[in-house]
């Protein structure tokens, strides 16, 4: 299987960016554990902090791979760019969410991933991404 992780604006700084919400594990070290737990498993990873930037991975991504999991963080409530791009591209897609957005401030309940979506799994921590990673796998 080959699965892509896409992370979105500011999931670059996970481990320091506000730990009492995101938790205190670099992206990093958890992405190590994952890849070891499931070694049978092609995880690549992409973050950008740029709008345009996810856009050009799920067009390069989008037509070849089995699954992207993406957590497009704060464009999440504000792209029609990417909401756009979900549609065109094939490769089916699971939004991931590390926070409860429904638990949070009213601008977070809107997605414009979630209609594009073959799933969302929200507010398990960085444990989002692995039910994502094994959504797939069964
Ligand atoms: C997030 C939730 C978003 O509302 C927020 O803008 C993020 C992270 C999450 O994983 O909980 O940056 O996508």
Do not use: C, M, W
Not at 78 to 105: C, M, Q, W, Y
Request: net charge negative; glycine share 8%.
């Amino acid at each position: 299987k080959k699965l892509i992780i896409i992370n979105g604006p500011n999931l670059n700084l996970l481990g320091k960016r506000e730990p009492a919400i995101y938790g205190s594990l670099t992206f990093t070290e958890f992405l190590d554990e994952i890849k070891n737990k499931y070694s049978n498993v092609d995880i690549d990873y992409y973050q950008s902090n740029i709008e345009g930037e996810i856009i050009d991975k799920l067009h390069e991504v989008g037509f070849s791979y089995e699954g992207i999991i993406l957590n497009a963080a704060a464009y999440t409530h504000t792209s029609v760019g990417i909401g756009d791009a979900l549609k065109a591209i094939g490769t089916p897609v699971v939004e991931v969410h590390i926070s409860n957005t429904f638990d949070r401030e009213d601008f977070r309940h809107v997605s414009y991933i979630s209609p594009n979506a073959k799933g969302i799994i929200v507010g398990f921590g960085l444990q989002s991404y692995e039910l994502a990673i094994q959504s797939f796998l069964h």
